[in-house]
């Protein structure tokens, strides 16, 4: 929703406009890290990824062989 610029009280307006020009003014932050850190984080990031990947594998695969096991067992309960 957009309002006229006049519904606003004169202080607002002028307190908006001091806040957009310290915007303006604002610096970007340092880069921190060296290039060297930055490829060993990317490095590290992909290396945690797969180990991430097959431990959610090897949970999936051990849930399915334990639903397995727990419906054989129960549809032989069943039939006894």
């Known amino acids: 929703m957009s309002f006229p610029e006049n519904h606003f009280p004169e202080d607002y307006r002028k307190e908006r406009s001091a806040m957009s020009e310290e915007a303006h003014v604002a610096q970007s932050p340092e880069n921190h890290f060296t290039e060297e850190d930055l490829i ?3 490095a590290d990031d992909a290396e945690m990824g797969q180990v991430i990947c097959k431990m959610l594998s090897m949970l999936f695969i051990y849930t399915v062989i334990a639903m ?3 419906g054989a067992v129960t549809f032989w309960k069943i039939m006894d």
Do not use: N
Request: aromatic share 16%; with cysteine; charged share 15%.
């Open 68 to 70: 397995s096991i727990c």
């Open 40 to 42: 060993q984080f990317d």
